[in-house]
């Protein structure tokens, strides 16, 4: 059975930084690009970012590039989003997902930036 | 960016009614590799998405014959043929063929 298990988040104020983690289990972690994708309270979905297979690759929107890094472990099956510069409009619960088509869904992790 | 309407924003539903949601998108979404890239999910309250169709209207694993996709270009639909009380949530098409990905602002399923 896929599982993806997200942790990390919580309470940080504005301008700091908050590293969230995925962790895998159930299929071959290597073989697949993954994604975090966000929601905002009582809001629709957005796509944060995207790595490679290998880690080489990385793709984010413009609403955090520069800000958000995400990057993986294959031989901890984990997957990975450093946060900086955080804004209140990064309000909002992350998913860890399967780059391809979306297919799975971590249950997700709330992070909220307040002072 | 691609920008996905979906209509309506609410849809009221009796047990059993067939409903058809609409996603339109400001450009094609047909790939140069002949795909479409239009995808449909539902977020039941209080869960994370959950993927129903893929590539326009390949049905997900485990997901009921009782949904279904269509559309080509521009335009697609999500039917539900018969809603059961499980189908309640927000629906979501997304779409992948333009970078960045990008979902429509959703459509609410509720009873009637």
């Known amino acids: 059975e896929v599982q993806l298990v997200e942790s990390g988040g919580g309470l940080v104020q504005p301008g700091r930084s908050l590293k969230l983690s995925c962790a895998a289990s159930?299929?071959?972690?290597?073989?697949?690009?993954m994604a975090w994708v966000r929601q905002a309270p009582k809001k629709g979905l957005e796509w944060v970012a995207t790595i490679s297979t290998s880690g080489s690759r990385t793709y984010y929107p413009d609403s955090v590039k520069g800000r958000f890094t995400i990057s993986r472990d294959n031989a901890k099956s984990s997957l990975y989003l450093q946060m900086n510069s955080l804004k209140s409009e990064d309000t909002a619960t992350y998913y860890c997902a399967r780059h391809s088509g979306f297919d799975y869904w971590g249950q997700g992790v709330m992070v909220t930036v307040s002072s | 960016d691609v920008v996905l309407t979906q209509t309506p924003s609410i849809l009221s539903a009796t047990i059993g009614q067939s409903v058809s949601i609409s996603c339109r998108s400001s450009q094609s979404l047909l790939d140069s590799d002949g795909n479409t890239y239009l995808y449909w999910f539902l977020q039941r309250p209080g869960q994370s998405p959950q993927r129903l169709i893929y590539?326009?209207?390949n049905l997900g694993s485990g997901v009921p014959n009782r949904f279904s996709g269509s559309g080509s270009g521009t335009d697609f639909t999500l039917k539900i043929s018969g809603v059961e009380a499980e189908d309640l949530g927000v629906y979501y098409c997304m779409q992948a063929t333009h970078a960045p990905r990008t979902f429509g602002g959703g459509t609410k399923l509720e009873l009637k």
């Open positions: 590539l326009v209207s």
């Open positions: 159930g299929f071959t972690f290597s073989n697949y690009y």
